[in-house]
C-alpha cells in the first residue's frame, strides 16, 4: 500500500497500532494533511508522541515548516521522549 495515499487519521490510527509499513510520514506537501495538523489539539500530539514513542517501525516524520506553535511542539515532545525508533 502507497502510504502517501492514506489519509492523516489513518496513518495515526496505524502508529499507534504500531504498522510495520509505517515507517516515513511526510506531513508537507498536501491541503489535507495541514488541516489535519492544525485540528490536532496538545493533548492529540502529546497521544501522538507517545505512541510514536512505542513504534518499533517509524524512522522519519516531517512536517510543514511553522506547523506547530510552541504549544503543540512542546507536547510532542512530552510524548516522544522515548522513542527509540526516530532517526
Known amino acids: 500500500m502507497d502510504i502517501r495515499r492514506v489519509a492523516p487519521s489513518q496513518t ?11 515507517t516515513v510520514i511526510n506531513w ?20 501522538l508522541g507517545r505512541d510514536i514513542s512505542s513504534n518499533a517501525h517509524l524512522k522519519d516524520l516531517t512536517l510543514r515548516e511553522g506547523a506547530l506553535d510552541y ?17
Open 71 to 87: 504549544r503543540k511542539m512542546s507536547s510532542f515532545f512530552r510524548g516522544l521522549t522515548n522513542s527509540s525508533s526516530i532517526k
Open 28 to 47: 508537507n506537501r498536501r491541503e489535507r494533511d495541514d488541516y489535519f495538523i492544525q485540528s490536532m489539539t496538545n493533548k492529540d500530539w502529546e497521544e
Open 12 to 22: 495515526v490510527q496505524r502508529i499507534k497500532e504500531n504498522d510495520p509499513h509505517i
